[in-house]
């Protein structure tokens, strides 16, 4: 394929009767151009080489999904749910200092995400799906460690609502979710039509395992 890199899988399948159909193809170890130049400037990143912060480097990931939105294959986002984890992972190690560059990479952050779930072909593989949610996760909890207060903030994408926070008062506790303590940082003032649902968590923090380390 021109400007790609690397291989496309397709698996021939036997189905009952011994009938053998070819599946999907697999392009997520098909690699574009534009893609590799930001795995590359990442690798120099990691280094220490030219680029010093990762928001750059997300703005750069966002912008080509963007750019590619209608040229994608199928499994083609795989490769980007391995870029985000190493981008997260390096953001959690050096890239907490600044702290309004800090928040302008978790909308970037968020804003990639988003786009990975409405877009439900560019990822097939459960681990990959796995993957992305614990990726949700970590990030939800590096962005909890750094609010101040008894406080809760809210994130609302088209596909995504995250709503982070810090418990610091011990005892029993009850959270709602969504909270409507929550300071909302959304893209869309209303809410996405599937979220219908509340969540009531009652919990006693003396019985919750290193909550002093956790919180």
């Known amino acids: 394929m021109v400007g790609r890199w690397r291989e496309v899988r397709r698996h021939c399948n036997l189905k009952k009767d011994n009938d053998a159909a070819w599946g999907e ?3 997520s170890r098909c690699l574009s ?8 400037k990442f690798e120099s990143l990691r280094m220490g080489y030219l680029i010093t912060e990762v928001g750059t480097l997300m703005q750069e990931l966002k912008l080509y999904l963007w750019n590619m939105r209608d040229r ?12 985000l ?13 600044d702290e309004s560059q800090f928040k302008n ?37 590096l962005h909890g460690s750094s609010i101040s207060g008894d406080t809760f903030h809210m994130f609302q994408r088209s596909a995504l609502v ?10 029993q506790r009850i959270l709602s979710f969504p909270s409507r303590k929550a300071t909302r940082e959304v893209k869309d003032l209303s809410h996405p039509s599937w979220l219908t649902d ?4 009652d919990f006693n923090t003396w019985i919750v395992e290193n909550f002093q380390e956790c919180k």
């Open 85 to 97: 984890e190493g981008l997260l992972d390096y953001q959690r190690k050096h890239g907490k200092n």
């Open 105 to 141: 990479n978790s909308q970037i952050f968020l804003d990639i995400v988003s786009f990975l779930l409405d877009s439900p072909r560019l990822i097939q593989k459960q681990s990959h799906v796995i993957k992305l949610h614990q990726q949700i996760l970590s990030h939800g909890l």
């Open 72 to 83: 994608f294959h199928i499994a083609e986002g795989e490769p980007v749910v391995d870029l």
């Open 25 to 27: 193809p697999d392009y």
């Open 33 to 40: 151009s534009e893609f590799l130049v930001i795995q590359d």
């Open 198 to 201: 509340s969540v009531e968590l």
């Open 162 to 171: 995250l709503e982070v926070g810090q418990v610091q008062n011990e005892g």
